[in-house]
């Protein structure tokens, strides 16, 4: 798979969907003050995303970094223990979200689980968020999909219409998840369904990553 580190508050580095006139490239509109998060045990923070929003909240269970106890070399076990403590210093107060379209099959969803789980486990707040969008949205993603893979697919075109289906098709979840961020948050967001979020993730002051799994 492929990053790309699109910046953001803490630093520089532009953004080449910014710069480049593509399927993905759109401005990222103000939707208002973003709602408040409430500070939870463990000095966590706490969203209100609720089952009815524009971005799914996918639970994810603690998993504890000592069951590599038994399976790592000593040396392996304490440089894992050590850097989950370091993470534990530097993402104090803030979140890591990953936003990808589905909570269920798939690689990037299989993936998800486990490894959120480690890192809940070692003690950082990490979330899942997943896409709601209609099927036209997935039919000109999976397009993308294709041509990433040099196949024709079903055939179809990949132009402003297409464009546009997809900028409208994203724009309730650009609204959810601003709501959401905060700045010096992370967000992980995964293959073409997510591009067109980096803008938004952007404009709250968070750092977005935007990974491609396939190609």
């Given at each position: 798979?492929?990053?790309?580190?699109t910046?953001?508050?803490?630093?520089?580095?532009?953004?080449?969907?910014?710069?480049?006139?593509?399927?993905?490239?759109?401005?990222?509109?103000?939707?208002?003050?973003?709602?408040?998060?409430?500070?939870?045990h463990?000095?966590?923070?706490?969203?209100?995303?609720?089952?009815?929003?524009?971005?799914?909240?996918?639970?994810?269970?603690?998993?504890?970094?000592?069951?590599?106890?038994?399976?790592?070399?000593?040396?392996?076990?304490?440089?894992?223990?050590a850097?989950?403590?370091?993470?534990?210093?530097r993402?104090?107060?803030?979140?890591?979200?990953n936003?990808?379209?589905?909570?269920?099959?798939?690689?990037?969803?299989?993936?998800?689980?486990?490894?959120?789980?480690?890192?809940?486990?070692?003690?950082?707040?990490?979330?899942?968020?997943?896409?709601?969008a209609?099927?036209?949205?997935?039919?000109?993603?999976?397009?993308?999909?294709?041509h990433?893979?040099?196949?024709?697919?079903?055939?179809?075109?990949?132009?402003?219409?297409?464009?546009?289906?997809?900028?409208?098709?994203?724009?309730?979840?650009?609204?959810?998840?601003q709501?959401?961020?905060?700045?010096?948050?992370?967000?992980?967001?995964?293959?073409?369904?997510?591009?067109?979020?980096?803008?938004?993730?952007r404009?709250?002051?968070?750092?977005?990553?935007?990974?491609?799994?396939?190609?």
């Amino acid at each position: 798979s492929r990053s790309t580190n699109t910046g953001g508050a803490e630093g520089g580095g532009g953004d080449p969907l910014d710069r480049r006139p593509c399927l993905f490239h759109t401005a990222a509109p103000s939707y208002g003050a973003p709602r408040a998060r409430q500070q939870g045990h463990h000095g966590t923070v706490q969203d209100s995303a609720s089952a009815g929003s524009d971005l799914l909240n996918v639970p994810v269970a603690e998993r504890s970094l000592d069951g590599f106890a038994d399976i790592a070399e000593p040396a392996q076990y304490q440089a894992l223990q050590a850097a989950g403590a370091t993470a534990r210093d530097r993402f104090s107060g803030r979140v890591i979200w990953n936003v990808n379209s589905t909570a269920t099959g798939g690689g990037v969803a299989e993936m998800l689980r486990p490894l959120l789980g480690y890192v809940r486990g070692a003690g950082v707040d990490a979330r899942w968020r997943v896409l709601r969008a209609d099927p036209g949205f997935f039919r000109v993603t999976k397009r993308i999909h294709n041509h990433l893979h040099g196949a024709a697919g079903d055939g179809g075109d990949l132009g402003l219409a297409e464009r546009d289906a997809y900028v409208a098709s994203l724009e309730p979840g650009v609204r959810a998840l601003q709501s959401l961020l905060r700045p010096d948050d992370l967000v992980f967001l995964h293959d073409p369904q997510t591009a067109g979020l980096v803008g938004a993730v952007r404009s709250t002051g968070a750092r977005a990553i935007w990974r491609c799994h396939i190609g």
